[in-house]
């Protein structure tokens, strides 16, 4: 089981930045990937960016060069800098954790942080 407590967000104006942090308690050892989707108002829950255990990030093409993910020394603790803000970033970010247990893999969820863009 792994628990995910994410912080920031807020409001910003457009070219802002803001800063969203998630930790992760409990069987944190058993983490093999941990990232940030969001869900924009009558939209899907889309990918935004990720981190393996072995430090590899990745980004959805929307933020590549505008966010930077990273993780805490611990490494139970992941950021998500997002820089040069647009109104079409404006989400709930949900923070994500993918363990693997007993070769089970299981999708932990945050209970997310409103991010709105606006001026």
């Known amino acids: 089981q792994v628990d995910l407590v994410e912080s920031g967000g807020g409001l910003v104006q457009p070219g802002g930045s803001l800063r969203l942090s998630c930790a992760a308690s409990?069987?944190?050892?058993?983490?093999?990937?941990m990232g940030w989707y969001r869900q924009a108002p009558g939209k899907q829950r889309e990918w935004v960016a990720d981190?393996?255990?072995?430090?590899?990030?990745n980004y959805a093409d929307s933020v590549k060069g505008r966010f930077t993910i990273s993780r805490a020394n611990a490494k139970n603790i992941v950021s998500l800098q997002m820089n040069s803000l647009k109104p079409e970033d404006t989400a709930v970010y949900y923070c994500?954790?993918?363990?693997?247990?007993?070769?089970?893999?299981?999708?932990?969820w945050g209970q997310g942080t409103q991010v709105t863009v606006s001026s």
């Open positions: 981190i393996t255990s072995g430090g590899t990030t």
């Open positions: 409990g069987n944190i050892f058993s983490i093999r990937s």
């Open positions: 994500n954790a993918v363990d693997l247990v007993a070769a089970i893999s299981t999708n932990y």
